[in-house]
Structures are given as structure tokens and as C-alpha cells.
T-cell receptor, first 114, second 116 residues
Framework: DAGVIQSPRHEVTEMGQEVTLRCKPISGHNSLFWYRQTMMRGLELLIYFNNNVPIDDSGMPEDRFSAKMPNASFSTLKIQPSEPRDSAVYFC????????????FGEGSWLTVV | AQTVTQSQPEMSVQEAETVTLSCTYDTSESDYYLFWYKQPPSRQMILVIRQEAYKQQNATENRFSVNFQKAAKSFSLKISDSQLGDAAMYFCAYRSPFQGAQKLVFGQGTRLTINP
């Protein structure tokens, strides 16, 4: 089985630009998570979907961030407008109910906003 | 809310020796899952080992084993016969089994260095 696939792997963008990060979860995973990792704050949950429905978005920093999961095989995290403090590694991860109880991560999207 | 604490920001060990990474957590739940993830310089999060709280037996995966002390809310990771490839950040994580609360809560991480 293919793992969680994220794109782009690396992105450098200018402040004020829109950034869209994409995730294709593992087939059969009914829960999807977006995490952000920075040196200062460590690993933070941004948003969590269950069966394509947002369950917990309390970690979304502000209105500049939005996430969607239009179907079970695709999710996006959008930042508009981007700021330098958004520079981080963004991880998408998935969980299959009843299958090992383990959350599996994609390789991450490294975002640099200059 | 659950919290996870890793009190050792950095650890180092000689190659082929054994090292133990500490983790404590706080929860009011009686059933939950605990994990150790490894993050090498590539930044990929790799599952090392998992433990279900209802199981009294400590989990083992080859050179990796845990010491799970439920009453003390402690979950340490022992790496035996350390190898250079074990050098990485190690994160301890907690997950609730309940719908709507299944997110991973991470500790701050421990950076492990292997000395040749």
C-alpha cells in the first residue's frame, strides 16, 4: 500500500502569497490530521477530520488558515496570505479505525515564507 | 486535557550500548494508546513502538522495548545495542481511543546522539 502522500515536499514563497498543501491519505483511513512542526512550538495539531468532517479545528492559528477534505482521498491546507512565521514542516497523517490504532504520517511539506 | 512530558532534551550513548529515554504523561482516561516515534534528519515521522494501556505486558520490537508503568503514568523507551542509524529525535505520544479525541498529543522530543 502506498503511504500518506503529501505535496509539495518543499516550497519557498514570498510573504503575502497563497500556499496550498495537499494530502492523499492511505486508502481506508477514515481519520485525517494536519500537524505543524516548528522549533519553538514542537508538533501541534492544526485540524482533525473524521469521515471527511472536521472534528477539531481548535489548533488552526487564525483565519488565514483553512483546510478542506472534499472526499476520502484528498485534503488541502491553505494559507492566505502567508507570513514568515508560517514557515514550518506541515505533516498530514491518517488513522484507520480498528487497524493497529496507529497514526501514520506523510513525509511532510517544508514551507519557507520569505 | 492530556499532556506528555519528555524531560531529557538530549541524550547520547556509545554505539552498541543501551540507552533509555523517559516519558511521563497525564490523563484521567483508563484506556489509551502510547507511542514512540522516531524523526531522523529527513523529518519523516516513523513509528517505533506502540503500547495499549490495557495490556500489562511491555511491548517489544527487536532492539526496542518499553517500560510501561500505568500507575506512575510512565512510558520509557529502551534501545539496546544502539546503532548509528538510531540517531534521531524521539517523540513520545499519547492517543485517546474515543471518537472525536483521537489526535496524538506529543512530548517535546529527545534528541539522541550515537557516538561511534
Amino acid at each position: 500500500d502506498a503511504g500518506v502522500i503529501q505535496s509539495p515536499r518543499h516550497e519557498v514563497t514570498e510573504m503575502g502569497q497563497e500556499v496550498t498543501l495537499r494530502c492523499k491519505p492511505i486508502s481506508g483511513h477514515n481519520s485525517l490530521f494536519w500537524y505543524r512542526q516548528t522549533m519553538m512550538r514542537g508538533l501541534e495539531l492544526l485540524i482533525y477530520f473524521n469521515n471527511n468532517v472536521p472534528i477539531d479545528d481548535s489548533g488552526m492559528p487564525e483565519d488565514r488558515f483553512s483546510a478542506k477534505m472534499p472526499n476520502a482521498s484528498f485534503s488541502t491546507l491553505k494559507i492566505q496570505p502567508s507570513e514568515p512565521r508560517d514557515s514550518a514542516v506541515y505533516f498530514c497523517a491518517g488513522l484507520a479505525a480498528g487497524k493497529g490504532n496507529t497514526i501514520y504520517f506523510g513525509e511532510g511539506s517544508w514551507l519557507t515564507v520569505v | 486535557a492530556q499532556t506528555v512530558t519528555q524531560s531529557q532534551p538530549e541524550m547520547s550513548v556509545q554505539e552498541a550500548e543501551t540507552v533509555t529515554l523517559s516519558c511521563t504523561y497525564d490523563t484521567s482516561e483508563s484506556d489509551y494508546y502510547l507511542f514512540w516515534y522516531k524523526q531522523p534528519p529527513s523529518r519523516q515521522m516513523i513509528l517505533v513502538i506502540r503500547q495499549e494501556a490495557y495490556k500489562q505486558q511491555n511491548a517489544t520490537e527487536n532492539r526496542f522495548s518499553v517500560n510501561f508503568q500505568k500507575a506512575a503514568k510512565s512510558f520509557s523507551l529502551k534501545i539496546s545495542d544502539s546503532q548509528l542509524g538510531d540517531a534521531a529525535m524521539y517523540f513520545c505520544a499519547y492517543r485517546s481511543p474515543f471518537q472525536g479525541a483521537q489526535k496524538l498529543v506529543f512530548g517535546q522530543g529527545t534528541r539522541l546522539t550515537i557516538n561511534p
